[in-house]
């Protein structure tokens, strides 16, 4: 979906670098996931965000962090990057489920680092 | 912590057999959703169950949710080669502490053999 962008969409760096992924979507939905893939191990999530401001760990929360100044926008960082944090990184986004149901999540592109 | 089973890992088919992935949980869910993943691409939406013993179809897609809320399938009847992909089941995270996101499920590749 175009409404949900991620840039860049290829990184390579090397073990040690800083590392800034960007998300933004136009769908104006307040709930912002990072989320990344590794072969043979679907989606683990990393942090996700219910607004402006609020973050929140997810299962694999170590050695990233984030940040969502806007609501359109949601950015994910390594600070140090590590060979094993190579994976295709995917953001989404959802909004509040009606009647107790739980929405669906509208994935980006996907980012793929590779850390040397 | 929440753990989705999904079997079979890989799947390979002639195209126009029938294709059906599981997903198992050893906690009742509260939903569960599918999501279809294209090579090279992103997971894209394909349905949520909520209702024990729920049907849906889409098409040549049928999902099922077990009676006990601890199991669903996704059945593809007279596959095509469009259907190539991985098929993905998630469940929404444990509500009780507030959390949110999704498990996934580790996915089923499914392979069409001309």
């Known amino acids: 979906d175009a409404d949900v962008t991620q840039t860049p969409r290829n990184r390579i760096t090397k073990t040690g670098k800083r590392i800034m992924l960007e998300c933004s979507q136009t769908?104006?939905?307040?709930?912002m996931y990072w989320y990344r893939q590794d072969p043979g191990l679907g989606l683990r999530l990393i942090y996700y965000?219910?607004?402006?401001?609020?973050?929140n760990k997810g299962e694999i929360s170590d050695g990233y962090s984030v940040s969502r100044q806007a609501q359109a926008k949601f950015s994910l960082s390594l600070e140090s990057a590590i060979p094993n944090q190579t994976a295709l990184y995917f953001c989404a986004t959802s909004d509040l489920g009606g009647s107790g149901n739980y929405n669906e999540q509208f994935f980006g592109p996907g980012t793929r680092l590779t850390v040397l | 912590g929440q753990q989705v089973m999904q079997i079979p890992q890989y799947q390979h088919v002639q195209e126009g057999e029938d294709f059906t992935t599981y997903c198992n949980s050893s906690?009742?869910?509260?939903?569960i959703q599918w999501y279809k993943q294209r090579p090279g691409g992103h997971p894209v939406f394909l349905i949520q169950l909520v209702k024990s013993g729920e049907v849906k179809k889409q098409k040549r897609l049928t999902f099922q949710f077990g009676e006990a809320k601890k199991n669903s399938s996704l059945h593809i009847t007279a596959t095509q080669t469009t259907d190539v992909g991985t098929y993905f089941c998630?469940?929404?995270?444990?509500?009780?502490?507030?959390?949110?996101?999704?498990?996934f499920g580790k996915g089923t590749h499914l392979i069409i053999q001309p």
């Open positions: 998630a469940e929404k995270r444990d509500s009780g502490g507030g959390a949110d996101g999704l498990t």
């Open positions: 769908k104006g939905h307040d709930r």
């Open positions: 965000s219910f607004d402006v401001k609020d973050i």
């Open positions: 906690t009742t869910l509260s939903n």
